[in-house]
């Protein structure tokens, strides 16, 4: 009997050394109640923003239809109203569902862009390093030396951005983070035994990068999109709260925030709601960017 559990053990111990670090990041992923929750919320809150025409459809409102008759901010649960209206008569449910199709477009897309950026500079300045590494680090130095909240105001008021706009401006001033973050981590990696030995063979440096660097540092920047994204939603809430993020008639969480301010004591549902999706949204990309981290720690024991 004892026998049997011991060879029982073994073999649950040589299972879990045969799995790969993903694999085993996905099981304790898993594990995680905290981080699966705020898994299933993103899920939900990007799904019925994706779903936003088929939704309004069914409830027969639409974001941009305005009715003089109805715009004394209903309460809400009004008669075909869920969450009431604004000041225009316009229904707050769908003005939000697709204020979020364009809030998490930008979060989304401004957070991958920048990673994409940042870690292919990163890579290629932590592993040849010589003229790339110099200048790649001079201009994230003067970019760095220049407060990075007055530069995005000065860009935003000069070219009133648009969605499309405001992600290339915040992809400018956000990819230098992880271009320094992954440069040295590709730093410490590229003196490893296994990086000499595919020298050795004649590996090119582009397998060499691709095959041995990026598989490495990509638990970095898993997390660090994750927590990116969370950023960039609060840059285009506080640049919309300052009147330089995208401009109405197109809905943002951010916007519909900074519009609603002079409405609090009438109809205080206006700021409630998009306020409190941010900061749902934003709360969740953080556990999740905690639970990842645990995850992908190659010291943690199952």
């Known amino acids: 009997m004892a026998s049997e559990k011991a060879k029982a053990k073994i073999k649950a111990d040589d299972l ?10 996905l099981a304790r992923l898993r594990r995680d109640r905290l981080s699966m929750v705020a898994i299933g919320i993103l899920l939900f ?9 088929i939704i309004t459809g069914a409830l027969g409102v639409d974001p941009n239809t305005t009715d003089a008759s109805e715009s004394k901010y209903l309460p809400l649960f009004s008669e075909g109203h869920l969450l009431g209206t604004d000041n225009l008569g316009r229904d707050h449910l769908a003005r939000l569902l697709y204020a979020g199709q364009v809030s998490l477009f930008i979060g989304f897309m401004s957070a ?16 040849f390093g010589g003229i790339i590494d110099d200048v ?10 220049i407060p990075g909240l007055v530069l995005l105001i000065v860009i935003s008021a000069v070219f009133k951005p648009d969605a499309n706009s405001l992600i290339l401006v915040i ?11 992954v440069r040295g981590e590709t730093l410490s990696i590229r003196s490893r035994e ?6 050795a063979i004649g590996a090119s440096h582009f397998r060499i990068m691709q095959v041995h660097i990026l598989p490495n540092v990509f638990s970095l920047t898993i997390v660090t999109l994750a927590r990116n994204i969370g950023i960039v939603m609060l840059i285009e809430a506080a640049l919309s709260f300052l009147g330089l993020g995208v401009q109405p008639p197109t809905a943002t969480w951010g916007n519909m925030l900074s519009k609603s301010r002079e409405f609090i004591t009438k109809a205080p549902h206006l700021m409630i709601f998009p306020g409190l999706l941010i900061t749902v949204v934003v709360l969740c990309l953080y556990v999740l960017g905690d639970g990842l981290r645990d995850a992908f720690d190659p010291t943690a024991t199952d």
């Open 16 to 25: 879990l050394r045969s799995k790969s670090l993903t694999d085993l990041a």
């Open 45 to 53: 809150l990007t799904l019925a923003s994706i779903a936003a025409p």
């Open 112 to 127: 991958f862009l920048a990673l994409v950026i940042g870690v292919t500079l990163g890579i290629l300045t932590g592993y």
């Open 136 to 145: 790649v680090n001079w201009i994230i130095t003067t970019l760095n030396s």
């Open 171 to 181: 992809v400018f001033l956000t990819w230098t983070a992880t271009t320094r973050l």
């Open 194 to 199: 296994y990086i000499v030995s595919a020298h």
